[in-house]
């Protein structure tokens, strides 16, 4: 289903936005099938915040660091296609 969409807002002023287009990428290469949209949102005070679907899957501010590309795609993974294996993206069963 491809009416997923995907939001990336970043900070102007730190010059966050190669991250986020990298980021973009790496989301758009993983769920070409299942998203609709990656947007790019400019935004200020230091903020990186990944939504899906409207909703916050990670922030820079709780977290206190930036998303590792594996931890998002398993995030994003678990809402719109939870049976999907993303090979070595996955994480280790222990």
Known sequence: M?????????CTQCRWLL????????????????????SLVPGTG???EVRLNGVVVFSRK???RFPESKE???HIRDVIAPERD???SDRKVD
């Open 72 to 74: 998002l795609k398993q």
């Open 2 to 10: 491809r009416n997923n969409q995907v939001e990336i807002e970043y």
């Open 46 to 48: 230091g903020v990186f």
């Open 86 to 88: 993303l090979g070595h």
């Open 19 to 38: 991250r986020a287009a990298w980021m973009a990428q790496e989301l758009l290469t993983t769920f070409e099938a299942e998203l609709s949209a990656v």
């Open 62 to 64: 709780e977290a206190g």
